[in-house]
C-alpha cells in the first residue's frame, strides 16, 4: 500500500515505462444509406459498436446508451484512450460516429472496417484528424469502400 501510494504521489521512476504522449487520433464519419434492419437492430448496433471499438485496440472503461423510440440510438463510451460516440438516425438510413483516441496504438480504420461490415452503408464520408498542438488532417484511406 505505501508504494502505491508513493507512485500515486511521486509517479512512476522505472526509466523503461512508457512516456505519455501528447497526441491523438480523431476519426469521424457519415455513414449513409445504411441497410435499415442493420440500423433499426439496437441491440445488433450496440454489439457491432463493441466489436469496433475493441478492434481498434481500445479498451472500453464503461458505456452508456439511450433509445430514443422506437429504434433511435446514442451511445457514448469511455474509453482508456479518451472517447467514442454514436447516433443513428433511422429515419434518414444514416448514422455518425466518432472516435477520439490518445497516442498512437489504435486504429480508426480498422473501426470502421468492422462498422462498414455490418452498417453495408452506400455512401461514407470519413476524415482522421491528428490532434497534438495543432489540429491536422491525416489522409484517409478508403480502399474497403463498398462496391
Not at 51 to 66: C, D, E, F, Q, W
Not at 100 to 107: E, K, R, W, Y
Amino acid at each position: 500500500m505505501i508504494a502505491l501510494v508513493f507512485v500515486l504521489l511521486i509517479g512512476n521512476l522505472n526509466p523503461e515505462a512508457p512516456t505519455y504522449q501528447f497526441m491523438g487520433k480523431h476519426f469521424l464519419a457519415s455513414y449513409m444509406d445504411c441497410d435499415t434492419d442493420a440500423l433499426s437492430d439496437i441491440d445488433g448496433t450496440i454489439a457491432a459498436m463493441d466489436s469496433a471499438v475493441r478492434a481498434s485496440g481500445a479498451n472500453i472503461l464503461a458505456k452508456t446508451p439511450y433509445i430514443f423510440p422506437p429504434n433511435g440510438l446514442t451511445i457514448v463510451y469511455l474509453l482508456s484512450e479518451s472517447h467514442a460516440s454514436l447516433h443513428t438516425y433511422p429515419e434518414h438510413n444514416a448514422c455518425f460516429v466518432d472516435l477520439f483516441t490518445c497516442g498512437d496504438h489504435c486504429s480508426a480504420e480498422k473501426f470502421d472496417k468492422i462498422f462498414r461490415a455490418y452498417l453495408k452503408p452506400k455512401k461514407v464520408n470519413a476524415h482522421i484528424f491528428l490532434r497534438h498542438n495543432n489540429i491536422e488532417e491525416e489522409t484517409y484511406s478508403q480502399d474497403f469502400l463498398p462496391n
